[in-house]
């Protein structure tokens, strides 16, 4: 079987994912396999446009599990993990396929965890049962795993994160989840690792909470990855708000070499459609009670 980096699902591609497929010879590594729409942005719900491309990718997270050896988890957020309650617009753990519960799965701890995030954790360790393994800071063959770093900035709300390093041929791929590019030890973590290829989840530029700062620091950290590494990608935070994409555009100039979002990177256009859900509706309305029925569809 050939080897290769599918990326599945991110916010260039229209959802809140980061999720990856690698396949090596011998093994079919799905990392982060959630996807959501973000419940609400500008006070509205997700467009059924929306909506319909999130399924279509949730559709394919599934068939990549359907055929996977091994799955990660980076953190449990619902962007990034099967849900026991997942809300219409996520990936829910009754839809995945009976071979899930056979795979190896390599997760972050529980240490440090919500309420509600150690319950996913638990959720994910009772379906997985002795397959799912703490792997922060652990190894074993074409794979390494970091111990847990932040989630955004040092000291902040919102937890932390394992990174994910895999060795494919001569070349090396390393997944950076959530690390929003505002820690600068894990960004030396990440140039230390030495990967060809990185797949990061870029600032939030979208919230106002994000000071200028860090907004600063977010560029410095980036211009250090590209000078250091052959093909950066980056998505997720970043992409939702066309002001993202501009970012990125800008630090390609800055850097004189390409910086690829996701959508790039795949060969596909990009569909920034949290960005855009304002003018989504705009340009097709809602019927009233149109996400009521729609639920109404979704098995609970």
Known sequence: MSTGIEIIGAESMGVRSLCCRVTLPDRRIVID??????????????????IAVGREVREKILQALRGATDVVFSHFHGDHVPLVGANPYQLAVRDLPETFCQLRCWSKSDDGLSANMKKRFDD?????????????????GVLAFSRSVP????????????????????RVFVHASDIQLLDGPTVDR?????????????????????????????????????????????????????????????LSAAAN????????????????????????????????????????????
Not at 124 to 140: C, I, K, N, P, T
Not at 151 to 170: C, E, F, K, L, P
Not at 220 to 237: C, Q
Not at 279 to 296: K, N
């Open 33 to 50: 396999p959630g996807v959501a729409l973000g419940y609400r942005r500008n006070g509205l719900l997700p467009h059924p446009f929306q």
């Open 124 to 140: 994910l360790a009772d379906l997985l049962g002795d397959r799912m393994q703490v792997a922060e800071g652990r190894s074993q």
């Open 151 to 170: 989630h955004g900035a040092a000291g902040g709300n919102m937890g932390t994160v394992m990174m994910t390093r895999i060795a494919i041929d001569r």
């Open 190 to 250: 990440v140039i230390d690792w030495r990967p060809d290829i990185l797949l990061a989840a870029g600032p939030p530029l979208y919230l106002d909470r994000l000071s200028e700062a860090e907004r600063e620091i977010a560029w410095e950290n980036a211009f250090r990855l590209t000078r250091s590494i052959d093909l950066v990608i980056l998505d997720h935070h970043l992409m939702r708000s066309e002001e993202g994409a501009l970012w990125m555009d800008a």
């Open 257 to 300: 070499r390409k910086v690829y979002c996701v959508a790039d990177f795949m060969g596909r256009p990009r569909q920034m459609l949290e960005a855009q859900r304002a003018d989504l509706y705009d340009r097709m309305p809602v019927p009233a009670g149109w996400h009521d029925a729609y639920a109404q569809t979704v098995p609970r």
